[in-house]
Structures are given as C-alpha cells and as structure tokens.
DNA sequence: GATAAGCGCAATCATTTGGTTGCGCAAGTG
DNA sequence: CACTTGCGCAACCAAATGATTGCGCTTATC
C-alpha cells in the first residue's frame, strides 16, 4: 500500500509533462524514432539534425520528463534510451475515442434498420 | 511556376496540419471526445467548456484544418462532427516506434541467450 | 599539465499558441 | 419589423515554445 503511495508520487515528481505534447514536435518524433533501435550518445543524435545540440538537449530533456526517454551518464557521455511504454497512453486514447466514434455509425446503423422495419411494417397494413 | 510553388506552400501550410499537434491541446482532446458520440452544434460545445466560444471555435478550427473535425452549415446552426480515421496516422507512428523498439530487447534476448550457451560452453571444458 | 571532447545551464530572441474582447452578419423568432 | 441567437473575423495580449549564443564544468587524450 505505502509502495503505492510512493510509486504514485514517484509518478507525478517524474512524469510531469503531457506524452501528447511530447509527441506533437516533428524533431522529437525524429529523435524517437532514431534512438528506437538502440541508444545513442546525445552529440551522435545532435550531430544528425541541422539544429545546434543544446536545441537537441532541450528535446531530449522534454522527453525524459515524460519518460520516453532515459538518459544514462557514462563518463562524459549521456546515453540516451527510449522507454516507449508510455506511449500506451496515446495509442489508449486513440482508439478509446475510435471506438466511441464508430460505436455510434453502429448506433445510427440500428437506427436505418429501424426506420426500415417499421416501414415494412407500414407497407404491411 | 511561381503560381504552383505558391500553391504547394498554401496547400501545405492551410490544409495540412500536424494531426499530432492537434492532439497536443487536452482541450482539443476533450473536444474530440465529447462529439466522438456524436454531432455537436458549436454552441453546445463551447458551453461545456469554462473558456469562451471563440477559443472553441479557433480549436474546432484547427481540428477541421487536420481533418480530424467536419463542420456541417445547418440553418445559422455549425454541426461538428468527428472523422477520427486521421488518427490512424498516430497510432501507427506509434505501433511503429514501439515495435522497433521492442525489437530491440529481442536481438538484446539473443546476444544474452548466445553469452549464456558460450558460458557453458567454457564450463564444459 | 595542456588541450580537446561531451555536455548542462542561463540569457536572449523570434515565433507560436491559447485566450480575450469587440464587432458585424445571417438566420430564426416574437 | 425589431430582436435574439449562432457564429466568424480581426485585433490584441500574455505565456509558452524552439532555437541560438556564451560560459563553465567534467572527463578523456596527448
């Protein structure tokens, strides 16, 4: 229980920026998809983009703050690893709101057949 | 020439809009989900919401301009309707991302399964 | 020990964003 | 016809964002 409290605080010290907003940057979205496939050291990831590496460094601070990334010091170098779980929340979103959206072409569908029956029904008198 | 070039910037910067972006706003995602069950008038909308009709209108704007949002002229009335297919685009970015991702655990499984079986090998001499 | 490489932090700046207010127009309603 | 309703547009504003530059601290290399 006492665990839960603290994984929940731990939660909102280090998750403390929206995934959605995280993703919203095409240069972020860049960045992830590089460092999918395997860590990567923050000036190789720099280097990569026509940006400076502070401007990479911020993106990269942006999503460790969100965790989609992590970020392991060795020597004078920072790896740099995506942790993409967090990511369920988007695609969970997507297709909650998917399948509201399409429920309700179900909804309208029962209602044609419906409307249709009962004109049946009306043709039938 | 100029004419074309001219087009493609307009094409560009009017009708395409980052999808990504515009689930960026949890607004925005609020606005989704509240008409994904189905039409809402622009009024209605705006008055589930604490800020101004204007702001909703400019938010209901920029979902239109992505294609996430249909506006349909009823009367002095503006049904918006959702067409959530555009979102196809995030999740696959992110089926996308997590599966290399995951990816690359699988070829970290296989190295640390190889070192295992080079160990006994060792063992056995 | 001098030098270079890898990186964070703070200051700064232009642009974008999210919001407001005021105005006006067209479509309904008494 | 006067009046209300539903809404877009333009002007404006504060805050956030994305990028740059300059500086300084470690860590590695010569």
Redesign the interface.
């Known amino acids: 229980m006492i665990a839960l409290i603290f994984m929940i605080i731990f939660f909102i010290m280090i998750i403390r920026r929206?995934v959605?907003?995280a993703?919203?940057d095409?240069t972020r979205?860049q960045i992830?998809?590089k460092i999918?496939?395997?860590p990567m050291n923050l000036n190789a990831i720099a280097e990569t983009f026509d940006s400076s590496r502070q401007a990479i460094s911020k993106h990269i601070q942006i999503l460790t703050e969100c965790g989609l990334v992590v970020v392991t010091q060795k020597g004078r170098e920072r790896y740099c690893e995506?942790c993409?779980e967090q990511?369920d929340e988007?695609?969970d979103?997507?297709?909650q709101?998917?399948k509201?959206?399409l429920?309700?072409f179900e909804k309208l569908d029962h209602y044609l057949q419906d409307l249709k029956t009962k004109t049946q029904d009306d043709g039938n008198h």
């Open positions: 929206d959605f907003q993703i919203a095409p979205r992830i998809e999918a496939a395997g995506v993409l990511l988007v695609s979103w997507v297709s709101s998917k509201q959206w429920h309700r």
